[in-house]
């Protein structure tokens, strides 16, 4: 079982940056595909980024978010530059052993909460 917890959401200006952090407890974090997506009104999920070996972006963030990992810490971390009110949404972190997929929220395993993330224009 792995918990995971977001935090860093917040009210920006456009522009602006934010950092969410995700803290996960258990002792196998390294060896788990860690995503971030993010949901907004009445819109469906979506993916933003996801990190293994390697990363991956979501067209729409990639050049202005980056998606990194601190194994040592159990954390994963969404440093989001440039933010614009489009971004608004609350962004979810989620973990997956098994990952073919790193886009679809159906293949991961484990969710947090959520972090609100409002930018203003």
């Known amino acids: 079982q792995v918990q995971l917890v977001e935090s860093g959401g917040g009210l920006v200006q456009a522009g602006g940056s934010l950092r969410l952090s995700c803290a996960a407890s258990?002792?196998?974090?390294?060896?788990?595909?860690m995503g971030w997506f993010r949901q907004a009104p009445e819109k469906e999920r979506e993916f933003v980024a996801a990190?293994?070996?390697?990363?991956t972006y979501a067209d729409s963030v990639k050049g202005r978010f980056t998606i990194s990992r601190d194994n040592a810490k159990n954390t994963v971390y969404l440093q989001m530059n440039s933010l614009k009110p489009e971004d608004t949404a609350v962004y979810y972190c989620?973990?997956?052993?098994?990952?073919?997929?790193?886009?679809?929220?159906?293949?991961?395993?484990?969710w947090g909460q959520g972090t609100q993330v409002t930018v203003s224009s």
């Open positions: 989620a973990a997956g052993r098994e990952v073919p997929v790193v886009t679809q929220p159906g293949q991961y395993d484990y």
């Open positions: 990190i293994w070996w390697g990363t």
């Open positions: 258990g002792r196998t974090f390294s060896s788990y595909v």
